[in-house]
């Protein structure tokens, strides 16, 4: 059963950026006149990073963390082991970021883990933050690229205490612990803002920067399963069993992701509790100190 906690306050502004007036109005005749071509124009947007190399999000390896690299998709995966004494002592937390993001949207939740007496492994996925270009190059990927960074980890560090995600970082920690055969009851679960994937995902996420009609959403869907090689209603956390012990924090204006989809998984899941804040939208959750200090009280409790 969920419970809804105080919410954390913040400046009231959304950090994702909505296409000018004038796009938004082309895809709405787009969804009468040309939905095909729009579609096709989506999924190529879609799979196309924010930043390139020299500006993407990046994040640096904390005094007193060890710099690893793992292979995977023929890349190297970049992270960071942080535990400044007998890190087989401490209980093991995972960082895993989001689309477009990297370790460096942890650096305040990852301090406060540390110094609450948790052994911290955060990395970037192929062509994200520090690590290398997966295979569709620098500036595209997919969430199965997320999934395999999450494997290779999972592979050298073991199964973990806890994981805490943000974004698609939930959705990709998630499918990658099962699709490596761990037991999610084992697991503690700290989701923020989670991307729910799914076809109602990634039309509310795209929604929220265009508008998406159903003439358009009905072409794309199975252009992107193409592309990706995964169905997305395979690609979700909905109809996922999840026994863990989870906290989900969810901002009530999160224009990708919307507030609405944490708050059905807080019902869904039987252990999970709801964490909903005001005003931080999408990416603030990350750095405002209520939300760490609860992640962190979670993780101890």
Not at 89 to 115: C, M, Q
Not at 189 to 212: C, N, Q, Y
Request: hydrophobic residues 45%; contains cysteine.
């Amino acid at each position: 059963m969920a419970s809804t906690s105080t919410a954390a306050s913040g400046p009231k502004k959304s950090t994702t950026v909505r296409a000018p007036w004038h796009i938004r109005t082309a895809f709405v005749a787009a969804e009468r006149l040309a939905p095909g071509p729009a579609a096709k124009f989506l999924c190529e947007m879609w799979f196309r990073l924010p930043a390139g190399p020299d500006k993407r999000l990046r994040g640096e390896a904390p005094a007193g963390s060890a710099v690893f690299e793992i292979d995977c998709l023929g890349t190297t995966v970049w992270g960071y082991d942080w535990a400044p004494d007998t890190p087989g002592e401490r209980p093991l937390v995972y960082l895993v970021h989001g689309w477009g993001g990297s370790t460096g949207d942890f650096k305040f939740i990852a301090a406060n883990l540390v110094a609450s007496g948790f052994r911290v492994v955060a990395f970037d996925a192929p062509s994200h933050g520090n690590s290398g270009p997966g295979p569709w190059g620098d500036r595209h990927a997919n969430g199965l690229h997320l999934v395999e960074a999450m494997s290779v980890v999972l592979e050298k560090f073991g199964t973990p205490y806890a994981v805490v995600g943000h974004s698609m970082g939930c959705l990709s920690a998630v499918q990658g612990m099962l699709m490596n055969g761990v037991d999610l009851k084992s697991v503690r679960l700290a989701m923020l803002a989670p991307f729910i994937g799914g076809k109602e995902g990634f039309r509310d996420t795209i929604g929220a920067i265009v508008p998406v009609g159903p003439r358009i959403m009905d072409r794309l869907a199975p252009l992107g399963e193409a592309k990706a090689g995964v169905k997305l209603d395979d690609f979700s956390l909905n109809g996922v069993e999840v026994e863990s012990e989870a906290l989900i924090v969810h901002d009530r204006r999160d224009r990708p992701n919307p507030f609405r989809h944490g708050e059905a998984l807080a019902a869904a899941w039987p252990n999970a509790e709801l964490m909903a804040t005001e005003g931080l939208g999408h990416r603030k959750v990350l750095v405002n100190p209520a939300v760490s200090g609860r992640v962190a009280q979670f993780l101890r409790d």
